[in-house]
């Protein structure tokens, strides 16, 4: 467990709610440094589908945890527990403020919440999933894993078992967060969240988006976990000539907008978010949890 005099600030939200921006106002002002919480922006050469921080951001404030993997390879809650907390001690013992920031629930209460992890795959778990429904796979998953939960083809079932043997089981968690936790929820009605998402996947087709897709897939294979992500799903049918750009788009943004309820549904679960209806409001509160 981190050591309960570190003070840690939590932002979390789902896709395109501002996190970032957020984040980057933040730690300018009260002397942090980002650890980004996504199960996306892990992988290495995946830089616009992802929105991973530009490099102008990042050259602003310290970023963690970017660049870890490469597609193909996945990354459990629990690495990601251990490889967050060591970062934590890290800024604290340099006298910044560590900033938790991201839209992967389960990575993020990995960490607030303290969850232990078993060291390696339980004997003979691969047998017992293989005894269970799709449907069943997919609530196993969904409740164990959420990043992997949302970032999978769930109707897969080869894809459900291989996740949930790498996700780790859940041997124990806090109830409530670590002491000296401050966790800051960003959420935005419907229609704003959908023209938030427009916006950025023009954006990403304009920084090259269909080019990176179409290098991930010649590089590391069209069956590769990390284009199972909503955007490169989307973008792989327009890649490979069977959609229009226009199609693409809008599958895009369906994906994206059913990624936005599953995270929310996750969140909502946690009882400890300090909800902020305009991101204004968390100076305040970052002030007062700091004692400044």
Not at 34 to 50: L, N, V
Request: hydrophobic share 40%.
């Amino acid at each position: 467990m981190l050591d309960k005099n570190i003070q840690i600030i939590t932002i979390l939200g789902p896709t395109a709610s501002g996190k970032t921006d957020l984040a980057l106002a933040l730690t300018a002002k009260y002397n942090g440094e980002i650890i980004c919480a996504d199960s996306r922006t892990i992988y290495r050469a995946m830089d616009i589908g992802t929105a991973k921080p530009s490099v102008e951001d990042q050259a602003k404030v310290p970023h963690h945890l970017l660049d870890l993997i490469d597609p193909g390879e996945t990354l459990s809650a629990g690495a990601f527990k251990r490889l967050a907390e060591a970062k934590i001690v890290e800024i604290s013992k340099r006298g910044h403020v560590p900033f938790l920031v991201g839209g992967s629930g389960l990575y993020i209460d990995a960490v607030i919440y303290d969850y232990q992890f078993p060291l390696a795959a339980l004997p003979g778990l691969r047998d017992q999933l293989e005894m269970l429904s799709d449907n069943e796979l997919r609530h196993k998953l969904a409740a164990e894993d959420e990043a992997q939960f949302v970032r999978i083809d769930t109707n897969n079932r080869r894809r459900l078992i291989r996740a949930l043997e790498t996700s780790g089981q859940i041997l124990s968690k806090r109830d409530r967060q670590l002491p000296n936790v401050l966790t800051l929820g960003l959420r935005l009605n419907k229609e704003v969240m959908q023209q938030r998402i427009e916006k950025r996947i023009e954006k990403m087709l304009q920084q090259g988006l269909l080019n990176e897709v179409k290098t991930i897939g010649d590089t590391y294979g069209w069956d590769s976990e990390a284009l199972s992500g909503t955007g490169y799903r989307a973008f792989r049918a327009v890649v490979n000539g069977s959609k229009t750009v226009a199609e693409g788009v809008s599958d895009n943004v369906h994906g994206d907008m059913m990624l936005v309820k599953k995270q929310m549904t996750w969140f909502r679960r946690n009882p400890d978010i300090h909800w902020l209806d305009k991101p204004s409001e968390a100076d305040g509160l970052v002030r007062d949890f700091l004692g400044m």
